[in-house]
């Protein structure tokens, strides 16, 4: 396995070499993480270590839309200009399912100055990744990302259903952590973790979570940026040997109606330059920095929420006794809160972040959440009482639909000092367009219980 902690250009083109490469998928991640760019051949990568692309094309809705006015344009600038795009020779991996030799690179995006495109998503978790930096600490993060396998379904009118299986049977009944329900599927994830080994993805434990076709994949703990490449690259490959099986992965926040939701819970905790844990103090307790950072996460969730939801479907997810969060109550061994302290060592204290949706793009959840904990200590926000109760017994204290989100969002002025303001403005605008190009649609529901009684 190849060490990309620094990786260089020059080890790069004998990675190429050494598997033959001939040709190159030059990837962006956009807003809502879907992977834009060129196929290039090896000899044009090599010689132009770069490619260009208009910069709106990381800057759309998942519809590709984009806003006809406004402040996206404060900006975007109007005249449709290229970003100047470097490939991170970190990032570099194999495309296991491609017929000839082929690799794909992650690009940073920058203008024609050299500066830095503030709006891209994997330049806003950077940023954040930089405030550390400054103050010494390294955050440490540790997603586990749910999914649900469907039977292909090629159209958009009828309800989603569970795959068969090995059996030649669908799921019918919920089967939390089954190794059989699992086992239906052993030619999938055979294939999974094959494409996960060529690619040299870190990830862990498999398991079939509580919906009728829903798993989980957990990922070994690392730096955020090289994370939220996994995640990137992990869901690509999932929807890639489904299709190769007859079904879809889907990583929607509620595809089912009637079964749970699929989350992105992130683990978090930050090492000093010592590399010690700063929520432990040396007697083992939990240190003020634990309490500030939760307390961080408990201010600012509201206000993030249309990162960590950033759809209409997002908050479907987030209903009473759905195994899906509905306040920031916080507490030890607690699945009922949005905010985890699971049972660890005091070298392996951490954080849950049990709000954020599997539908986030992976760079910005993780930049979000890693802003709200930094603000926290910062700010040295105090935590309320931990929960030791069930916390679905509470009131919501998150937003109830995108629409409060994105308010909520426009008027916290401290994300925007962290996130930055331009990633805010271009984020918040596209999400307007989505929620426009929704609300043209009329669902079944609304035909159901209004055509003949209103």
């Known amino acids: 396995m190849v060490n990309r902690d620094n990786l260089t250009f020059s080890e790069l083109e004998q990675w190429l ?231 879809f992965a889907t990583f929607m926040a509620k595809p089912i109606a009637g079964e749970p939701g699929s989350a992105m819970h992130i683990h978090q905790s930050v090492l000093d330059q010592a590399g010690q844990n700063i929520f432990s103090n040396p007697d083992g307790s939990p240190s003020q920095a634990f309490h500030w950072y939760i307390g961080g996460l408990q201010h600012y969730i509201p206000a993030a929420m249309a990162l960590f939801a950033p759809y209409v479907n997002s908050y479907r997810r987030l209903a009473r006794f759905t195994a899906a969060p509905i306040n920031i109550q916080w507490g030890t061994d607690n699945r009922t809160v949005g905010i985890r302290s699971p049972v660890a060592s005091p070298a392996a204290r951490r954080i849950e972040n049990r709000v954020i949706g599997a539908d986030a793009n992976p760079y910005v959840a993780l930049a979000a959440t890693l802003a709200c904990g930094y603000l926290g200590i910062k700010n040295r926000i105090e935590p309320t009482p931990e929960c030791k109760g069930d916390a679905y017994l509470g009131d919501f204290q998150l937003p109830r639909s995108l629409g409060e989100a994105l308010e909520k969002l426009r008027l916290e002025r401290d994300l925007a000092a962290v996130l930055g303001s331009p990633f805010i403005t271009v984020y918040t605008e596209v999400k307007e367009i989505e929620y426009a190009e929704f609300m043209k649609v009329i669902s079944p529901w609304e035909r159901e219980h209004l055509l003949l009684h209103v």
């Open 17 to 247: 070499n050494e598997r033959r490469v001939t040709e190159i998928e030059c990837l962006v991640p956009d807003l809502t993480g879907v992977a834009r760019g060129k196929i290039l051949p090896r000899q044009k990568f090599t010689e132009d270590r770069g490619m260009r692309l208009p910069e709106a094309v990381v800057a759309m809705g998942v519809t590709g839309e984009f806003p006809e006015e406004g402040p996206y344009y404060d900006v975007i600038n109007p005249t449709d200009r290229d970003m100047h795009l470097r490939p991170d020779p970190r990032s570099v991996r194999l495309v296991p399912w491609a017929t000839d030799p082929t690799a794909q690179v992650i690009h940073d995006c920058y203008d024609k100055e050299g500066q830095i495109v503030p709006f891209a998503p994997r330049s806003v978790l950077r940023r954040v990744c930089d405030l550390y930096a400054a103050e010494g600490w390294s955050p440490v993060v540790a997603p586990e990302l749910e999914f649900y396998l469907v039977a292909r379904n090629t159209d958009p009118d009828i309800p989603l259903k569970p795959p068969k299986g090995r059996s030649g049977r669908a799921e019918t009944s919920r089967q939390a952590y089954s190794i059989d329900a699992v086992n239906e599927f052993d030619p999938l994830f055979e294939d999974v973790y094959s494409y996960c080994e060529q690619m040299e993805l870190n990830v862990d434990t498999l398991i079939h979570e509580i919906g009728a076709g829903q798993m989980e994949i957990n990922f070994f703990h690392d730096h955020p940026l090289g994370l939220a490449d996994e995640v990137f690259f992990f869901k690509r490959t999932v929807r890639e040997a489904a299709l190769r099986h007859d079904m």
